[in-house]
């Protein structure tokens, strides 16, 4: 028998094979009803599905109210729409049919090609299929019949992703709805008449498998939801997206600009940019000093041992830039090493490791048209064997070695001992040095180390996005070590400075993800004791908080710990993951810290990881985009513009100016013999909080006549009450 245990506690028992339709059915009609796949231990299935095993699972229900449903929903939806591409262009391949964030897509190679003038028969084909509310059918055969099957379909594409990474399963998963038939592992929902609406959105170019060396195909995009009012409030939060985007507000205000000649992804701030940034730093600087935090500068590289013996290297090794040595022989020899040492690599760990060699520029022949893991291995070797003759290297025991493990060990060996650089991919490394270098008693703890440290990662050019995603970056980075004592008060004190910091900045609606270790994978340093004490340590932290929404994800672990993750939504319903907070005891211990307990002996010290904003640069795109670039008054680059009727007041002009300045405030005066009603739409359209009007009557009066950016005409002010109302605003941090 199997037992079921439920979201409330409560167990049930069913006998193998039964469906979790049947499941659903017993725990009341209303919710089989509404039900639109389950979810057992994590995986989400098919309704229909049989459920087997034995032993306790966990199981749940998926209702619309879900979030994981949409994600059912959109697959599904996905073959709705190759289902009627095939019925509108009869010659059409398929590719892959993925959700993606937002919605899903179709890669697709069509003759003729598909075009947005398509895209309403497109809808208007998907509106017919879903009406018939058609179930979607699973079913299994032996892979040599499933790719006759798909021979049979005439479906080229599916029949050499089986030949290629299908071949080794010995069955392969099928679904039908009417004559359509697609290779996929689902889940799907029950039938197509659960779709509730749904748009096609564009086509883009796209390569077979992602690979620039192969057929370029059609990625066909569309969106789904469960109600067409859930369509329309996205379709009206992608129009406002549209006027707030930070790459052409940042363009439009002169915040930063990004230069080919310097590269893609490193950010060049701008003045008005860089005096905001200087305001949120100086903000964080201050509150960090009340909260006992000391300020750290390190270097923008490292050793390479330091980021090994940190496992950072080559955790991090394809979003990394290539590492600096000072023998020539080392870089080719180092890139070897991490091929060698990889081994067999799944299909897009191996698309990624060619992309890096190709930015590299390390080129071994053969290697691209190489049809397994052991040839590429022997490819490399051969290399490896040209470049140790060639550049003059002595190392006997690769000669030795027999295989690609053994080899890699060998070139580790002499990596070692070669000088090189790394540029710095994250702080706590260097922090980490700072704490080591000097002795530590328990009186010394908690130990809080702050530093704005500029780090860079390789991120893939198709990847980059404005100042969300870029390759040099800055975090308002800190580490804490403390004991083991301390750690719950230590770890809720970076909880409540991250909601501080964001409440303060009016991004107030979030939910709270912690990040636990997936058990299943290998990309997790050290000891099953430590990861247990970790996450059970900040579960314990994070429910006595009472945080809001807080769920628990699997794989979302940092690979050295477990963290809390802040998922703010933005004023137009946006998740943006900001604030992380994480708990360390995998670094303490490879860089073997200590400190002197009471009793006189050396202890390990617990590490904390926490960064408010993530960085100073996605954090300022994703400002720019909640204000729509309308800075408060507090964060303004520039808080007031005085102009000027005409000529003859600009001395005026000039002495409410300096006034303003004098305060402390950023202002300026616009004294261009412009027409005055120019100059404050050219003030409105660069966002500044306040225009302040002035001619012969404010002149005469020691006034000046008050426009707010967006409430307007506020009326004659003198110009001590007005310096008073613009101090209490900023002092207040108002953001309205």
Same mark, same amino acid.
């Given at each position: ?28 009609? *209303? ?55 095939? !019925? ?22 069509? =003759? ?25 059918? !699973? ?54 008449? *659960? ?23 059609? !990625? ?25 985007? $930070? ?29 905001? !940034? ?49 023998? @020539? ?33 390390? $080129? ?16 490399? $070797? ?68 702050? &530093?704005?440290? =500029? ?28 004991? &083991? ?119 390990? @010290? ?66 261009? @013999? ?6 404050? *739409? ?55």
């Amino acid at each position: 028998m199997i037992q079921l245990r439920l979201p409330d506690g409560s167990v049930r028992e069913i006998a193998p094979g039964t469906t979790g339709r049947q499941v659903a059915e017993g725990i009341g009609k *209303r919710l089989a009803q509404a039900a639109v796949a389950v979810m057992v231990d994590g995986a989400i299935v098919d309704l229909g599905r049989e459920l087997t095993g034995n032993g306790e699972h966990t199981f749940r229900v998926l209702t619309e109210k879900d979030p994981e449903a949409l994600g059912v929903l959109r697959h599904s939806c996905a073959h709705v729409m190759a289902r009627a591409v095939m !019925r509108l262009f009869p010659n059409v391949q398929l590719a892959f049919g993925p959700t993606v964030e937002n919605g899903f897509y179709y890669d697709v190679d069509s =003759t003729p090609p598909i075009r947005e003038e398509d895209f309403p028969r497109i809808e208007e084909e998907m509106r017919k299929i879903v009406a018939d509310a058609e179930p979607f059918e !699973r079913f299994e055969r032996p892979t040599p019949e499933a790719r006759g099957l798909v021979e049979d379909l005439k479906q080229g594409y599916k029949v050499e992703h089986i030949d290629d990474e299908l071949k080794q399963f010995p069955t392969l998963s099928f679904y039908r709805q009417g004559e359509f038939i697609d290779l996929c592992r689902g889940p799907h929902i029950p039938h197509a008449g *659960r779709i509730g609406a749904f748009k096609v959105m564009n086509i883009a170019g796209a390569y077979w498998k992602n690979d620039a060396s192969r057929k370029q195909l059609q !990625r066909l995009y569309g969106t789904a939801f469960f109600s067409q009012k859930d369509l329309d409030a996205y379709i009206k939060q992608l129009e406002e997206a549209k006027k707030r985007d $930070h790459r052409v507000l940042g363009k439009q205000l002169k915040l930063f600009t990004i230069s080919p000649l310097v590269g893609s992804g490193l950010i060049l701030w701008m003045p008005k940019g860089a005096t905001v !940034r200087g305001i949120l730093e100086t903000f964080i600087k201050e509150e960090l000093l009340k909260r006992g935090y000391q300020p750290v500068y390190t270097p923008h590289i490292g050793r390479l041992e330091l980021y090994r013996t940190s496992g950072h290297f080559p955790y991090y090794r394809d979003a990394q830039f290539p590492p600096i040595y000072f023998r @020539p022989a080392a870089g080719a020899l180092d890139i070897a090493q991490w091929r060698l040492a990889a081994g067999h690599l799944d299909e897009q760990k191996e698309r990624l490791v060619q992309e890096y060699m190709d930015l590299a520029h390390y $080129h071994v022949p053969g290697y691209e048209n190489a049809k397994s893991d052991e040839e590429r291995l022997e490819l490399v $070797h051969q290399q490896v064997l040209k470049l140790l003759q060639y550049l003059g290297v002595d190392l006997p025991d690769y000669h030795k070695a027999t295989g690609a493990a053994d080899r890699a060990k060998a070139l580790m060996d002499w990596l070692s001992e070669q000088e090189g650089y790394l540029l710095k991919p994250m702080n706590c490394p260097h922090h980490i040095q700072i704490y080591k270098a000097e002795p530590r008693s328990y009186r010394d703890l908690p130990v809080r180390l702050a &530093e704005f440290g =500029t780090v860079y990662r390789f991120e893939q050019t198709g990847e980059l996005s404005g100042m969300t995603r870029v390759r040099g970056f800055t975090q308002d980075d800190a580490h804490l070590f403390c004991t &083991e004592d301390q750690v719950g008060a230590e770890f809720g004190g970076c909880i409540d400075f991250t909601r501080f910091f964001l409440n303060t900045l009016g991004l107030t609606e979030y939910r709270v993800r912690l990040g636990f270790r997936d058990p299943a994978s290998g990309k997790y340093v050290g000891s099953d004791e430590a990861w247990a004490k970790a996450e059970e340590g900040i579960k314990r932290v994070a429910l006595s908080l009472d945080l809001p929404d807080m769920h628990i994800e699997p794989g979302e672990a940092a690979f050295y710990g477990p963290k809390v993750d802040f998922i703010v939504k933005d004023c137009i319903g946006r998740d943006w993951q900001l604030g992380t907070v994480q708990l360390d005891y995998n670094l303490p211990a490879r860089f073997d810290l200590e400190y002197t307990g009471a009793d006189n002996k050396p202890h390990r @010290p617990v590490m904390i990881h926490r960064a408010p904003l993530g960085s100073m640069e996605r954090f300022m795109g994703i400002l720019i985009e909640h204000f729509a670039g309308a800075f408060p008054l507090w964060l303004a680059p520039e808080q007031a513009r005085v102009v000027t009727v005409s000529e003859k007041f600009d001395d005026y002009a000039r002495k409410v100016d300096g006034e303003l300045k004098a305060k402390g405030f950023r202002a300026t005066a616009d004294l261009r @013999p412009e027409k005055m009603g120019f100059k404050i *739409r050219e003030a409105q359209l660069e966002k500044i909080p306040y225009m302040l009007v002035v001619g012969d009557k404010e002149q005469q009066a020691g006034t000046v006549s008050v426009r707010e950016r967006s409430r307007g005409d506020l009326g004659a002010m003198p110009v001590v009450e007005l310096l008073a109302k613009l101090d209490k605003e900023v002092r207040e941090k108002r953001l309205a």
